[in-house]
């Protein structure tokens, strides 16, 4: 078990979400990040996704996130990969890490980090967000009451195709909350606290506002 | 006493889909016989729709099922808890059989049920009726943005 300082969480995406937990992991200092993005930083990227500046547009998300965490925190240990998540990488990416955060924008990728981390018995942030709401949800940790499986993705989504296929618009104000609420979560499992979003799904709406929680259990559960 | 409560739709994505009343002999039911009350009047909804669609120019749709409340709605009903088959066969689905599919639904996380506040997460849960009781059966639709 690695003590808290070393704590190595990976962050495979560095949009609205991505960039708002990774700032957060920086200035607390509690862990080393890697991230994963193999994406190009657009006008509307430097408009909404806090960690650019039009400067950044037509770099390297991954360099220019980099870029401007280490002026934050020049000791910081980040650490980057210039990629896609895909079925080839995905295994070998999760493997080294003690927790995996999802803040990409495809079902693919999603369901890819899912299984690896199930696969690997590693705890997986699942995060997403349309328009003004936001979902946050912590799986692959196991809760006794359940017995031998923990929950994890599939127990509440199925499969990638069951997602609705329509163009997400995100808003900077959601990824800030919603991206708040992860790096809270992931500070809470660094630091060994009580987790919140264990079998439950948290969703946030910025319209009304309100926040409700959803819990779940394993599909195997019939009782 | 009989007792009317309006029962509310809801996903992820688009809020609030459809409204429904049910009727129910006493105030204080379970769960298990709230679902199954639902299951009741769908399927019922479902042959008057199927018997007057014969005489309307706007047929309703043979794959409208829970999976499909976060999607724009074409038609004013479709049944949330009632799965019709994509081709009508022999063997349709008993009254009993609906209703194991709808329980087996609420324990594999298929819709989940809030009252007021409250999510309730077991079958012989018991809820307090009064007329103002809000019931949402909510449908958890993935986000896709990040």
Redesign the interface.
Known sequence: MRSKKNKRVLIV?V????TVIARELVLTRQCSISLIDGDCVSREDAYRQILYTNADIGKKKVDAARARLKEMRPTAAIETFDVFLSKENASSLVSSYDIVI??????QA?FLMNDACVEQGKPFLY?????L???VALFNVRRRRFGSRPTNLR???STPE???R?T???TGPIAIVTGSMMALEILRFISGKTLRFVDA?C?IDLELPQI??????P?S??? | MPIAVTIRDES??TGTTDTLKLTFPSSVITVEELIKRRVDREVRDRSRTRVSAQFSPVRVSAEETI?NI??PRRSAKKPLLVREKKKVSAAEPTIEERYQIAL?GF???AF?I?VG?R?V??LDERIQLAKDTDIRF?K???????
């Not at chain 1, 999802?102 to 079902?107: G, H, L, M, Q």
């Not at chain 2, 958890?140 to 990040?146: A, C, F, K, Q, S």
Request: proline letters at 5%; a positive charge; zero cysteines.
């Open positions: 995406g949009g609205g979400l991505g999802d803040a990409v924008d495809n079902a999603e995060g997403a967000i349309h328009g709401r936001g979902q127990d509440v989504f069951s997602y609705p329509f997400p618009r995100t799904l969703e409700r929680m959803f819990r779940f259990r599909r559960i019939s009782t | 992820s994505i999976l976060g999607r087996k324990y594999s996380n989940f809030l506040d999510q997460r077991e909510i958890l639709v993935p986000l896709i943005g990040g």
